[in-house]
């Protein structure tokens, strides 16, 4: 083989690794679009769930204390100290 023959082999060979490479980054970036995507499809779920919670919570909050109010009404009218 010539001079000419191999510099034209190795130009063949380094622009198909070229290719390869280019092709295998694509496949990273998309597999790593498709996990980002579904990241941020599962925040938005966590975070509508936790707002619903803080909902739940913030409307049974105020009952909760409203509860603890008559049982201690109840406690001071059935104890057992004030007959």
């Known amino acids: 083989m010539n001079f000419e023959t ?3 082999v190795r130009a ?3 622009t198909l690794c070229w290719a390869v490479c280019f092709w ?10 498709a996990m980002l995507e579904e990241l941020h499809e599962v925040t938005i779920r966590i975070e509508k769930l936790s707002k619903a919670e803080h909902d739940l919570i913030s409307d049974v909050h105020p009952q909760v204390s ?13 104890s057992p100290e004030k007959s």
């Open 66 to 78: 409203e509860i603890k109010e008559h049982i201690e009404n109840v406690r001071e009218v059935v």
């Open 12 to 14: 063949c060979v380094g």
């Open 6 to 8: 191999m510099a034209l």
């Open 24 to 33: 295998w980054m694509y496949r990273i970036s998309s597999r790593q679009d």
